[in-house]
């Protein structure tokens, strides 16, 4: 589990200036807001927001719920009549009586005599919703067969089991392994065991893991052994700068 936590750095003393003159905030000599106290103050003036449009008509009224009709007084209407109007007749004509052809007289039986009499055949009454009685099917009485009510007289009641295999035609007395489930004996057991040998793997020479350089790895050209060489430079590190130069005492 890897370490999240942000690294505290060293702390150095050399590398503690301290803020540059930019972060000194000194007091301002302008307007009145965190003024300079040691400075001679003017009077400020200030510029107020735009108005836009008129004035009366941004002025916020309560709503529709607060209107009072002006035609309710104290004592109630003020009276005055209110008309209103209904929707446009659909038939505005008269009633047109029918013509002497619509009339079938011949069909309406003479008053007075006997006619057979005539029977219509209307639809299923609908049960409503409060009369949902139960039809006689629903009902489900207790069945009187065996024994199942003890207020009734019942004859005896008789069950069947199956078959017990114990004791019976069925039971295996001769349930005996077969030969195939004896395994044989091993030969070394009763007899003399002849030895036994194992083939280990193979081994090496000891030797060391040290890894050496061919003969395409060394450059004898490189050496010089009777040849001037030059001197070679090597650049160093660079010193911090927070290290303290020695100052060695000195007579005057």
Known sequence: MTDEKAKTPILIAARERGPGPGRY??????????????????????????????????????????????K???TGADGTPIYSMLARQRDP??????????????????QGEKHAPRYSMGSRTRYRKRDANPAPSKYMLPPVLGSHQSYKVASPAYSMVKRQSLGSYLEDLASAPGTGRYDAIPPDNTMDKPPQYSMRY??????????????????????YINKAIPPKHSIGIRHSEYVCPLIIGFDS
């Open 93 to 110: 004509n008269t009633f047109k009586t029918p013509s002497p052809g619509k009339y079938s007289p011949e069909k309406v039986h003479p």
């Open 202 to 223: 193979r081994c090496y020479m000891p030797t060391d893991a040290v890894k050496k350089p061919g003969p395409g790895a060394h450059r004898p050209e490189n050496v």
């Open 72 to 74: 309710i007084t104290k």
């Open 25 to 70: 905030a000194l007091p301002s000599c302008v307007g009145f807001e965190n003024h300079d106290c040691t400075k001679l103050l003017k009077p400020a003036y200030s510029f107020g927001r735009r108005l836009y449009g008129d004035v009366r008509k941004r002025d916020i009224n309560p709503g529709p719920a607060y209107y009072i009709d002006p």
